[in-house]
């Protein structure tokens, strides 16, 4: 046997039994180990000890009882019972541990009933013969318990059942100590390799105490080996607060289910820095379902995160971005038919208007179908906002100026619970950008924060200044555009309002999208819309009850020039030309009424469906002018709908029609632009 008998058993608890077993029924017993080492006593008797052992004579008998009893349990008995010539008798029971005679149990040195054969007398008589003390001998004899055979027997098969118990004892501490030896003679190739680990590697005893933790923790965690062997709860400090719980029931959860469990988390480090940790760890058991402890691993994830959430936000601002240009382009072409629609409408009405007297009966009506079509054609400039192909009129401006300008307007417009707060730096750059579609996005801004307080008092601050950001930070910070670095113009609107949830600001942008009543929805999907046909960017920062901030940057001119303004002439109806004029749009209802409403002005009109039809119209009519022009000076007018067809075949007719300040006629929301150009001629044609 590899291991001594006494490190199998637990021997104090076994001299406990023993002596119980002599307390209870006056049996006294030992238990030897094959090699003779006493491991426990209980009840022995004087007679035996102090003088028949003692004395020369008669100790050769003691030691023929007891080589007649290991004779008879070495040749394989499982009980064997001695009685010496004195009529002491003994008994024993083998202990086998895996078919291995490891130690023997006894019991004896007692009389059997009857005891008609044991005298006090012939004790006496052996007392004179060897010498030994009368009275000492006569009072251990008088001590020796009596049995009978059947208690005797008893009691022997108790010890038997005693030997067994043993016997599993040992077998299961010595299964113990082989897994403990095998488990050591690995720990040296294990600690090898764990030592020289990327990961962060550890051992828990089945109690949770740490066995064993790789030096890489303190690379990872910033604590050390020590640390973790002397603080049991060091885990749970570090793991941060919001993903302790699921730390703890992923311990138990895998302890329950016997399996390998996975989980990530952050931890603190001692300088505050947050790592994320992808922890694995399982149970260990022995064949016979014993817990040995948990082995697991800690990798530092923490850049891989960051990669996936970097991925994860070029994802949203992609998605986004092909979200935005779907709709943009929807809302673009609606716009653009349903504006063609408007100005066949609005421009007959008008028409109409302009042929009947002030007095007619039917002109109320005309007035509110103009009016009506008038407030579509807003929408479609809305529409055509969101998309990014509205019709700016770019010129340098002073933000600043835009917003000193409509406090009057927006105090109107915001709850009178609310507070305005404007802090303005006065020395903002200029940039290009159209006055009134820029109001629009204030106006829109305000309101939204306004109406974000309901009923509540609140402030909204309006802020504006100038920043220069690099492009990464632009790349991180505002999705949806790929913004160079730069000086850029930032303006902000918070209010202390009641906030968004995640799930509003990702609808917040859509066309239509509102928490509030039905039919509205468009402003801030016309806001983005317009800013970004600045060249700009805006970005939304929320939170639920704590109130919600548009920040929008638009680029800085770089050359500031004086802040200047546009007229537009030829806006009135009293207006008049002469000459002709070719019309050219590729919708025969809008051709139909630009005609009569040119005419309508003085106006000769030729008309062309596409750009190649108007270049070939433009050519045969100015090969007849020219050929009645002289060296007089005439005009000749352009007139043309902004569309892909036309605008690309323009430049074809400008060099014998140079092109001066445009003019516009205005009778619906898409306009008819008008060109003087210069010839010789003594008349119009």
Known sequence: MRYPFKELVDVATLQELTDELYAAAGIPSAIITTDGEILTASGWQRICTDFHRTHPLIE??????????????DAGDSFAMYTCPRGLVDGCVPVLIEGEHLANVFAGQLFLEPTSDVSEEFFRAQARHFGLDESAYIEAFREVPVSTEARFRLALSFLASLARSIASLGLGRLRELEIAAQLDAEKSRYRIVADNTYDWE???DPDGRVNYVSPSCERVSGYTTQDFHSDPEIMTRIIHADDLEGYRAHSHDALANRAVEEIAFRILRPDGEVRWIEHTCSPVFADDGLFLGTRGSNRDITERVKAEEAFRHMERRLHQSQKMESLGILAGGIAHDFNNLLMAVLGNADLALAALSPSAPGRENLLEITAGCRRAADLCNQMLAYSGRGRFVIEPLALNEVVQDMLDLLGSVISRKARLDLRLDEHVPLLLGDASQLSQVIMNLVINASEALGDEEGVIIVSLGETDYPSDHLEVTYQGRDLPGGRYITLSVADTGCGMDAETQDRLF?????TKFTGRGLGLSAVQGIVRGHGGVLKLDSELGRGSTFTVLFPALENEATPSTSTNGGEAWGWKGHGTALLVDDEEAVRRVGKRMLESLGFQVLTASDGR????????????YLSSCSTSRCPIWMVKRRSASCASSTPACSSSSPAATPSTIQPASSPVRVWPASCTSPTPW
């Not at 050769?60 to 349990?73: F, G, M, N, V, W």
């Not at 859509?510 to 509102?514: C, K, L, R, V």
């Open 202 to 204: 550890f051992w828990l």
């Open 60 to 73: 050769h008998e003691c030691i023929q009882s007891d080589t007649t009893l290991h004779a008879r349990l």
């Open 613 to 624: 039809e108007a270049l070939d119209v433009y050519r045969v009519a100015l090969r007849r």
């Open 510 to 514: 859509d066309p239509f999208f509102t």
